[in-house]
């Protein structure tokens, strides 16, 4: 049986650990304001409240979370002038600040979180450290940013659709999506709750279980009963990247098997429920202000207007059905598939062409309200693949304690 438990005694400070990447790179370090990928910024922004467990280490804010004396911009300009001024602080946030995390700045961020490209009509496009031509992928997009170019340790983040994994593929990052409801989100602007999550970023599989200690609720413990790979979620992968994930996947042990009787060929309900969701949140705000969104997202939103009660119900309860079979057949195993279709696009390709392949992969824990770990792969040169491992539910901390273990077993590989 595999180990992949946690040790809930542990004390962290940053001398622990390396913050490298696993390719033992940081691209840039840094405590410079660089306006494409911070909308607030200062050294910190906001300190430490004490002493804790995260000691030393910098956080970068998603644009998307309260925190007290700062409005939030949800990646829109005209939506950052009708915010208010907070008087709390998100509790995630405040986690990491009564833990000796500090508070770099705020991320800029994809506009109303409605899209995986890290692209924003309106500037804050964050750079991808990879490379000048390259998405940083999106919408966590600042946060991953700022993590990947050594700014901070730690990006604070949402993942409905992808949206900590996808930046975290295209960056060369570890990356969590929790246990749907793991994280509080209080304080966090919503978009589609029912696949809503608070997410992470860091450079290495240690730091990034350090930081899940801190915001994750405790769990029993125990082992997993192996690791699998589906031909079907591989076949959604391009070539390049089928093959680097399979190899990986084969290094620690995964064995393939059978896919359940689970479409994922057609996303209907999937996109269907979120986009009501999406629009309950914020139509009427919207409708108000159509002429200050982002042409890519306006047509989101106007699609997402037509969703209607009884669609979104008809999506919702096939949904569920679905998400009980997914549960049922990985019981206590951990699924390996491609975090992203492709390598990390460059910003002039047609993202919309790639869309549904990302849905595709990134919709399996979204659907199920599944922990899922995305995991750079090494490579010797060229652009990173990435992995992504799925857990049951609520099984988060074993389910990092099994990346860490995995990732120590594998050799890292220079740029």
């Not at 202000?289 to 997202?297: D, L, T």
């Amino acid at each position: 049986m595999l180990r992949g438990s946690h040790n809930t005694s542990r004390s962290h400070r940053r001398a622990d650990f390396d913050t490298s990447g696993h390719d033992g790179s940081v691209t840039r370090s840094g405590t410079d304001f660089d306006p494409t990928i911070w909308r607030r910024w200062d050294d910190p922004l906001v300190p430490a409240i004490q002493y804790g467990q995260l000691d030393g280490l910098s956080v970068a804010v998603k644009d998307i979370f309260a925190i007290a004396g700062e409005q939030t911009g949800f990646g829109n300009p005209a939506f950052l002038g009708d915010s208010p001024v907070h008087s709390r602080t998100a509790p995630a946030v405040q986690r990491f600040l009564d833990s000796g995390a500090t508070v770099q700045g705020i991320a800029h961020m994809d506009e109303f979180a409605y899209s995986l490209d890290g692209v924003n009509a309106h500037g804050g496009s964050p750079p991808n450290p990879l490379g000048r031509d390259l998405i940083s992928g999106g919408s966590s997009s600042g946060s991953a940013s700022a993590v990947a170019c050594g700014a901070v340790d730690i990006g604070l983040g949402t993942d409905t659709g992808g949206s900590i994994r996808i930046p975290a593929a295209y960056q060369g990052l570890f990356g969590l999506r929790p246990t749907h409801g793991a994280i509080d989100a209080e304080g966090v602007i919503p978009m589609a709750p029912s696949f809503d999550t608070v997410g992470l970023v860091a450079r290495s599989a240690d730091v990034l279980a350090a930081a899940g200690d801190v915001l994750l609720p405790a769990s029993v413990s125990r082992g997993f009963s192996g690791l699998v790979t589906v031909d079907t979620l591989m076949g959604y992968a391009d070539a390049s990247v089928r093959a680097s994930v399979a190899g990986f996947a084969d290094s620690v042990g995964a064995q393939s098997v059978a896919w359940p009787e689970i479409t994922l060929n057609d996303l209907s309900d999937y996109v269907t429920l979120q986009a009501f969701e999406v629009w309950q949140a914020h139509g009427v705000w919207v409708d108000a202000h159509w002429g200050n969104i982002g042409a890519a997202v306006r047509e989101r939103f106007e699609l997402a207007q037509l969703v209607t009660q009884v669609d979104a119900d008809e999506a919702r309860s096939n949904l569920r059905i679905v998400r009980e079979r997914l549960i049922d057949w990985l019981a206590d195993r951990v699924l390996i598939l491609p975090t992203a279709p492709t390598l990390t696009p460059r910003v002039d390709e047609n993202l919309a062409r790639i869309r549904g392949q990302i849905q595709r992969l990134c919709c399996v824990s979204g659907i199920g309200g599944l922990p899922a770990v995305a995991v750079p792969l090494p490579r010797a040169g060229g652009l990173p693949a990435s992995a992504c491992f799925v857990a049951g539910p609520d099984r988060d901390r074993d389910l990092l304690a099994l990346v860490q273990e995995c990732m120590s077993s594998v050799p890292a590989t220079p740029r």
